[in-house]
């Protein structure tokens, strides 16, 4: 896990590697067309559909991470060493703190300097990573798009899965290693977040479609959104302020029509001293999020480089954390 995480911070996700959320977005595409074939506009039909969807991707998912797991620990010679090299890879795939950093950063250096007002380039480049209609966004509001998308993202992409990946090794250290491993629950986590972002909406026939997957990745992001929560005051600010920040964060981000997001989102609002939230378009919807962290000032370039750079702290020490306390197991069971 720590070789995996290390590569993803050095090369990301490289486009000339395939990529397992590539594949899977293939297979729920595929999976999406034949449903909405069967099903028509039935909801009740849809649901199922949905369900049987999830299932399939999710176990399938988490059936080839436990396979390659079981090469890994039960075979030997250069069959072995492939099947871990593949195990890291595999790892590391999951995680999206390079791909989501070079994004956010990509939008900020797309900016234009004091006195340009060309914002077509930010606004594409933004365009490619928030669900949000981004066509006429203003200077200030791409900045507040990127912070949220840098603090939303960081659960959803990189502490939930690392955070499965976690539960997956500690009941590896405990002796239990027929059971799914850190790469098994890793991917089985990534396939329901790839079918929350592809048919978790409420329109048309995704409102029934996609409410299986929705659901599935809200119940599997719970617990590591709240981790956050609590953890991210300890590299941010000085420990005497930590119930605040908490009591705060929990506060303001329970309005969010999200369990997880506006949580993830107010946290980071107030360990980097910004406001977050208020009025998105999403089409030809507006939808007013909460105001996050009130009071403090709006989002510039340098609050985006600073909730990256509590990301990169908070990856380092729950690692640590972890590494001790597998560490700890282990000798524990021996």
């Given at each position: 896990?720590?070789?995996?995480?290390?590569?993803?911070?050095?090369?990301?996700?490289?486009?000339?590697?395939p990529?397992?959320?590539?594949?899977?977005?293939?297979?729920?595409?595929?999976?999406q067309?034949?449903?909405?074939?069967?099903?028509?506009?039935?909801?009740?039909?849809?649901?199922?559909?949905?369900?049987?969807?999830?299932?399939?991707?999710?176990?399938?998912?988490?059936?080839?991470?436990?396979?390659?797991?079981?090469?890994?620990?039960?075979?030997?010679?250069?069959?072995?060493?492939?099947?871990?090299?593949?195990?890291?890879?595999?790892?590391?795939?999951?995680?999206?703190?390079?791909?989501l950093?070079?994004?956010?950063?990509?939008?900020?250096?797309?900016?234009?300097?004091?006195?340009?007002?060309?914002?077509?380039?930010?606004?594409?480049?933004?365009?490619?990573?928030?669900?949000?209609?981004?066509?006429?966004?203003?200077?200030?509001?791409?900045l507040?798009?990127?912070?949220?998308?840098?603090?939303?993202?960081?659960?959803d992409?990189l502490?939930?899965?690392?955070?499965?990946?976690?539960?997956?090794?500690?009941?590896?250290?405990?002796?239990?290693?027929?059971?799914?491993?850190?790469?098994?629950?890793?991917?089985?986590?990534?396939?329901?977040?790839?079918?929350d972002?592809?048919?978790?909406?409420?329109?048309?026939?995704?409102?029934?479609l996609?409410?299986?997957?929705?659901?599935?990745d809200?119940?599997?992001?719970?617990?590591?959104?709240?981790?956050?929560?609590?953890?991210?005051?300890?590299?941010?600010?000085?420990?005497?302020?930590?119930?605040?920040?908490?009591r705060?964060?929990?506060?303001?981000?329970?309005?969010?029509?999200?369990?997880?997001?506006?949580?993830?989102?107010?946290?980071?609002?107030?360990?980097?001293?910004?406001?977050?939230?208020?009025?998105?378009?999403?089409?030809?919807?507006?939808?007013?999020?909460?105001?996050l962290?009130?009071?403090?000032?709006?989002?510039?370039?340098?609050?985006?480089?600073?909730?990256?750079e509590?990301?990169k702290?908070?990856?380092l020490?729950?690692?640590?954390?972890?590494?001790?306390?597998?560490?700890?197991?282990?000798?524990?069971?021996?």
């Amino acid at each position: 896990m720590i070789a995996a995480a290390g590569l993803d911070r050095l090369i990301g996700d490289p486009l000339w590697s395939p990529h397992p959320v590539v594949w899977m977005g293939r297979c729920i595409s595929r999976l999406q067309r034949g449903t909405e074939s069967w099903c028509g506009d039935d909801p009740a039909r849809l649901r199922l559909g949905g369900l049987t969807i999830t299932l399939i991707l999710t176990l399938g998912s988490a059936g080839c991470g436990w396979l390659i797991e079981r090469i890994a620990l039960h075979t030997q010679g250069a069959l072995q060493s492939i099947a871990v090299l593949a195990l890291v890879a595999g790892l590391a795939s999951a995680l999206a703190a390079r791909s989501l950093e070079q994004s956010v950063l990509n939008v900020i250096a797309a900016l234009p300097c004091k006195g340009g007002d060309d914002l077509s380039a930010a606004r594409e480049k933004l365009s490619w990573i928030v669900g949000r209609d981004t066509t006429s966004l203003t200077g200030d509001e791409i900045l507040r798009a990127s912070a949220e998308t840098a603090s939303e993202n960081a659960v959803d992409g990189l502490f939930a899965p690392l955070f499965w990946m976690l539960v997956g090794s500690t009941l590896w250290s405990l002796g239990w290693t027929a059971a799914p491993g850190p790469l098994a629950l890793a991917w089985g986590f990534k396939a329901a977040s790839t079918l929350d972002s592809m048919l978790g909406y409420r329109r048309g026939k995704l409102r029934w479609l996609g409410t299986a997957g929705a659901r599935l990745d809200d119940l599997l992001t719970w617990l590591p959104c709240r981790l956050v929560m609590l953890s991210l005051p300890l590299v941010s600010r000085p420990w005497r302020q930590w119930p605040e920040l908490v009591r705060s964060a929990e506060s303001e981000g329970q309005h969010d029509a999200s369990p997880n997001a506006g949580r993830s989102e107010a946290i980071y609002a107030h360990c980097a001293g910004v406001q977050l939230g208020g009025r998105n378009r999403y089409g030809d919807r507006w939808v007013d999020k909460p105001l996050l962290g009130t009071g403090q000032p709006n989002v510039d370039p340098k609050a985006v480089n600073k909730i990256l750079e509590l990301s990169k702290r908070l990856e380092l020490l729950w690692i640590l954390i972890a590494a001790l306390l597998g560490w700890g197991l282990q000798g524990q069971v021996q």
